[in-house]
């Protein structure tokens, strides 16, 4: 009896444990079956150095902006599209971004189309047709190492620059090492049934996918603890989890969650820091931008700056000198432009004067003088960062903000007998001419610093931090004053 069958693949040898599996009963067929899947796992395994490298390949590749493109055909093409559908709703991704291309296209996702594995021109142009550019990584998958389709489309991708790795279930020869970036190699033996790779080789395929898929998305912070923050809900099912999410993190109620998730327009990440932080949604959205969409780094940062302004009255220092990425940068400037809106549709219609006038205790500020304060800060923050704009070499100085005696300036104002449209006029007037100076700068000038006279050097992007933060605190405060 030939074991090999005449081919020097693994995956087309006979297994000798299921030799008789023709003359098996019902349940001596599942554990036959069942025998030789419990080896798959530990043939993943032998792998993890690769599987590792694969993750980071992804990583790299998607902070660069590019894709995880699979290809496969047959089983293995399905996979990979299976893989590929199942990221959009779990980790909240666009769906391009990984990507599945099988041999046959759509057709052959629902009907074997056998023949198209051996067009490696098919291959190539899948590869020219997906714009594969140098910052994919394309992953090949072939059970049996020796697909057409496959190798030919890993010979095009690297052509274009871009990163590959080939994944396999039988030794894919030295050749096809060479070629590419990264081999992952599962030998998981000769199936229970030969060649039927759809068996221990499709099971090895889909948990090494699966792994690669999830540790990618865990490094780029999708996910907190173990649970999926950045799911699209989708679903009543999703819907549920996401209030469910937020709950187990926060200690929220479930009407809670599903308020904060409103508010945050479905960004679990945000619902989380606004319940977490006791934040607003604005500042909760600058916090997750400058951790990096992490959020076990967002609610530290959260938790850093408060003690911070507890411990020592400062809320500037503790903020990035630079913003972390372009995306950053626009969720800062956006939560800077945003706030009079904020508040102008907290004060509108409806709210009447005896309400906006009312302070709980002598010693407290009123509706109106909140924001007559949130115009004088704009006024000293503008001043600052006109300072430090025009000015290059050496530092320029500015004073320290004394909060007692510009406090004590506002009640002293008579805001609190000014008309609101007159206050919220002159709010969002100021906030435009800051947010002009800001936004006409270049990305350079953001890291740019002036010496404060107490805390030393302060770059323009911790004063827009400290004026997003200053923000959430008083829009906070009218909230509770117009719920008390």
């Given at each position: ?265 479905g960004s679990l990440k945000v619902a989380i820091l606004m319940q977490s932080a006791g934040v607003g949604r604005g500042l909760a959205e600058c916090y997750v931008a400058e951790a990096g969409g ?46 009079p809106k904020t508040v102008s549709m907290l004060v509108g219609d409806g709210v009447g004067e005896e309400r906006l006038e009312a302070r709980p205790s002598p010693d407290t500020w009123c509706i ?117």
């Amino acid at each position: 009896m030939a074991d090999d069958l005449f081919d020097p693949r693994l995956t087309e040898h006979r297994n000798p444990n299921t030799i008789n599996i023709d003359s098996a009963g019902a349940a001596e067929i599942v554990d036959l079956i069942n025998a030789e899947d419990r080896t798959v796992p530990q043939a993943v395994h032998s792998q993890r150095d690769e599987i590792a490298r694969a993750i980071e390949t992804a990583v790299e590749c998607f902070r660069a902006g590019g894709r995880l493109i699979y290809v496969g055909a047959g089983t293995s093409g399905r996979l990979g599209v299976l893989d590929a559908t199942e990221c959009p709703p779990t980790f909240g991704v666009e769906p391009d971004m990984v990507r599945g291309i099988i041999a046959g296209g759509y057709m052959a996702l629902v009907r074997s189309q056998e023949g198209a594995e051996d067009r490696g021109s098919d291959g190539v142009a899948a590869m020219d047709e997906a714009g594969v550019g140098p910052n994919d990584f394309v992953l090949g998958i072939a059970a049996s190492g020796t697909t057409a389709f496959v190798r030919a489309a890993l010979e095009r991708a690297a052509e274009c620059g871009a990163k590959t790795g080939f994944l396999c279930c039988s030794e894919p020869g030295a050749e096809m090492r060479q070629l590419v970036d990264v081999s992952i190699v599962p030998l998981v033996g000769p199936e229970v049934i030969a060649g039927s790779t759809r068996m221990k080789a499709g099971t090895a395929t889909k948990l090494v996918l699966n792994t690669i898929t999830t540790g990618a998305m865990v490094l780029l912070g999708k996910v907190y603890e173990n649970l999926m923050v950045d799911l699209k809900a989708v679903s009543e099912k999703l819907v549920d989890r996401s209030r469910r999410i937020v709950m187990a993190i926060t200690g929220a109620t479930r009407e809670e969650a599903s308020a904060a998730i409103e508010e945050a327009e479905g960004s679990l990440k945000v619902a989380i820091l606004m319940q977490s932080a006791g934040v607003g949604r604005g500042l909760a959205e600058c916090y997750v931008a400058e951790a990096g969409g992490r959020v076990r780094e967002a609610m530290e940062r959260a938790q850093t700056l408060e003690r911070t302004v507890s411990s020592r009255g400062d809320a500037l220092t503790p903020h990035p000198t630079t913003p972390l990425d372009a995306n950053c940068l626009q969720r800062t400037l956006v939560s800077v432009r945003q706030m009079p809106k904020t508040v102008s549709m907290l004060v509108g219609d409806g709210v009447g004067e005896e309400r906006l006038e009312a302070r709980p205790s002598p010693d407290t500020w009123c509706i109106k003088e909140h924001i007559e304060h949130l115009i004088v800060f704009d006024q000293v923050a503008d001043r600052r960062l006109s300072v430090i704009l025009s000015s290059d070499d050496p530092p320029p100085s500015f004073p320290n903000w004394d909060e007692k005696v510009e406090n004590a300036k506002i009640s002293e104002s008579g805001a609190i007998e000014a008309p609101i449209e007159q206050l919220l006029m002159r709010l969002a007037d100021g906030r435009a001419k800051l947010a002009a100076r800001v936004e006409a700068s270049n990305a350079e000038d953001f890291a740019r610093t002036g010496r404060h006279e107490v805390l030393g050097d302060v770059s323009v992007y911790q004063l827009l931090g400290q004026i997003v933060w200053h923000d959430d605190r008083h829009v906070r405060a009218i909230r509770r004053l117009l719920t008390d």
